[in-house]
């Protein structure tokens, strides 16, 4: 992957402004198309609730729950998945009030994930039994990542969720490989996705 730096994010954009920062469907492979109720956005206007979730508190399950929607403190957010056939690709962009809160947001990250070794969570009715483990990650764009993978069975198949968190600035991006039943896609490789997430950004607040 491209090994140009980016600089740190700034600006406060919107959640309907981030969502023209997701990659579009010519990023992902043939097969591939966009889950219209995976889309998630803040919205138009900027957002100073204070978290709804506390990383440090939050259980396992509701956090593998609600990652990539809104209650995480953000100032703005926006998300969507890329489906295939028993593979996806997810992507996200929180944007926060200060670089501090994106840092901390991703290392509450981190420390959430050593203490969920093993927890139930329940999607679309059916229970799974998972892990979450956290390892440092590539640097992306000059910034450094963290790799959270959520590994488990649901419904008799495995499931794999392999996402790579990246602080920039007021911004987290993250991009995500899922596999259920199969092996998680490979490409584009997570640190692609976030490296043009980053570029994209880069290139709205500016047009901001």
Do not use: W
Request: proline share 6%.
């Amino acid at each position: 992957m491209p090994e140009s730096p980016v600089p740190e994010a700034s600006g406060q954009l919107t959640g309907s402004q981030l969502q023209t920062v997701l990659l579009p469907q010519s990023y992902f492979p043939s097969g591939f198309a966009l889950s219209p109720s995976s889309a998630v956005s803040s919205g138009a206007s900027l957002s100073s609730s204070p978290a709804q979730y506390d990383l440090a508190t939050i259980s396992c399950a509701t956090f593998v729950n609600h990652l990539g929607n809104t209650g995480f403190g953000e100032t703005a957010m926006a998300s969507n998945s890329f489906v295939g056939s028993q593979q996806a690709f997810d992507q996200v962009v929180y944007q926060f009030g200060s670089s501090a809160a994106a840092s901390g947001f991703v290392a509450g990250v981190k420390s959430l994930a050593g203490r969920c070794g093993s927890f139930s969570a329940t999607d679309n009715g059916a229970t799974g039994h998972f892990s979450l483990s956290a390892t440092p990650g590539p640097a992306v764009g000059g910034h450094p990542s963290l790799r959270l993978v959520q590994s488990g069975t649901i419904s008799g198949s495995s499931l794999t969720l392999d996402t790579l968190f990246t602080a920039s600035g007021v911004d987290v991006f993250a991009g995500a490989a899922v596999g259920l039943g199969t092996a998680a896609p490979a490409s584009p490789a997570k640190e692609t996705i976030v490296y043009n997430l980053m570029k994209r950004q880069a290139a709205a607040a500016v047009l901001g």
